[in-house]
């Protein structure tokens, strides 16, 4: 199982990033993906979900008219274009399956992409 994030970096506050997640071993075409979310002191939140065939996508309060999903399930690969981003979209940002992949009883996460929006 791999799921490996990239496309982070430093962006000022306007700018854009596009993430990408490339996974191995998980199945990928047949399971609902997601893209989550942490910054420091805060909990681990859910930013967009895509659903297998990629007809139906589903976004957090934050990411809404801003972010934008997608996948190749071709490339077992997944994809979040971030628009118009903010300081307060500065944070660690992790693929995985909706809900998350377990490994013996435990949810397995990849190491995370680090945006980070200066001002």
């Known amino acids: 199982v791999q799921l490996v994030e990239s496309g982070g970096g430093l962006v000022q506050a306007g700018g854009s990033l596009r993430l990408s997640c490339a996974t191995s071993g998980i199945s990928f075409s047949i399971k609902t993906m997601a893209w989550y979310r942490r910054a420091p002191g805060k909990q681990r939140e859910l930013v967009a979900s895509i659903t297998p065939g990629g007809s139906a996508t589903i976004y957090g309060d934050s990411a809404k008219g801003r972010f934008t999903i997608s996948r190749d399930n071709a490339k077992d690969t997944m994809y979040l274009q971030m628009n118009s981003l903010k300081p307060e979209d500065t944070a660690g940002y992790y693929c995985?399956?909706?809900?998350?992949?377990?490994?013996?009883?435990?949810?397995?996460w990849g190491k995370g992409t680090l945006v980070t929006v200066s001002s």
């Open positions: 995985n399956a909706e809900p998350p992949i377990t490994l013996y009883g435990v949810n397995y």
